[in-house]
């Protein structure tokens, strides 16, 4: 059975799921739009913090802290201000074209 890997956030007590492996992460979820936005919001979020990549299965502390995604108003804001960025962004493009 493998071993979930979380992004956590010492400082807000929170985590995001990142992937699995074995002794070592060897599954980045990555490529679905969905799982990256809500990697995006997390990192936007926490802009400026020390972040870790830990093992949920060896850092037992890590089911302490809450999960990303469980529709706080934080995590709403922090997607709205990603959302905003990324209009502003191709917007910058559009100009620039």
Avoid at 34 to 63: I, P, R
Avoid at 76 to 85: H, S
């Amino acid at each position: 059975m493998s071993q979930t890997y979380s992004l956590v956030c010492h400082e807000t007590r929170q985590r995001v799921w990142v992937g699995q492996g074995w002794g070592r992460m060897e599954s980045f979820y990555s490529g679905e739009p969905d799982t990256m936005k809500h990697l995006g919001t997390f990192l936007a979020a926490h802009e400026g913090h020390s972040l870790e990549l830990l093992c949920n299965d060896t850092h037992e502390q890590v089911y302490d802290y809450r999960e990303w995604g469980d529709g706080t108003v934080a995590e709403e804001q922090a997607l709205a201000d990603a959302e905003g960025t990324q209009a502003i962004h191709r917007a910058t493009e559009t100009d620039l074209a």
